[in-house]
């Protein structure tokens, strides 16, 4: 597992179904992806879950840069800045 892929606190967060407020913000609601496991808050289909139809992505510093969509409580958004900073510096 890479330095970036063990960022993930496998939180879950990401998981749950979004929703556009009136002000054209994207909210996650309290409705969860079907291969969710909602106790252990792992997915049942990880290493399949860019073929199940659920619009699963590989996140990369730069698609989480770019992804307003990712809950504020994503550990991948908290450690952003450090990641981009040391591609920065090579
Ligand atoms: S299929 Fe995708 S959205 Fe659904 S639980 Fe797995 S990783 Fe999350
Ligand atoms: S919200 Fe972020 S930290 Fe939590 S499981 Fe999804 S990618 Fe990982």
């Given at each position: 597992?890479?330095?970036?892929?063990?960022?993930?606190?496998?939180?879950?967060?990401?998981?749950?179904?979004k929703s556009v407020d009136l002000q054209g913000r994207c909210v996650t609601t309290r409705i969860p992806c079907r291969h969710l496991d909602i106790i252990s808050r792992e997915c049942r289909v990880y290493h399949k879950r860019l073929d199940v139809g659920e619009g699963c992505i590989k996140l990369t510093p730069g698609i989480v840069a770019e992804a307003d969509w990712l809950p504020d409580g994503c550990a991948y958004r908290k450690t952003l800045g450090r990641w981009t900073r040391d591609e920065e510096r090579g």
């Open positions: 597992m890479s330095d970036w892929e063990g960022a993930c606190k496998r939180c879950g967060l990401c998981c749950f179904e």
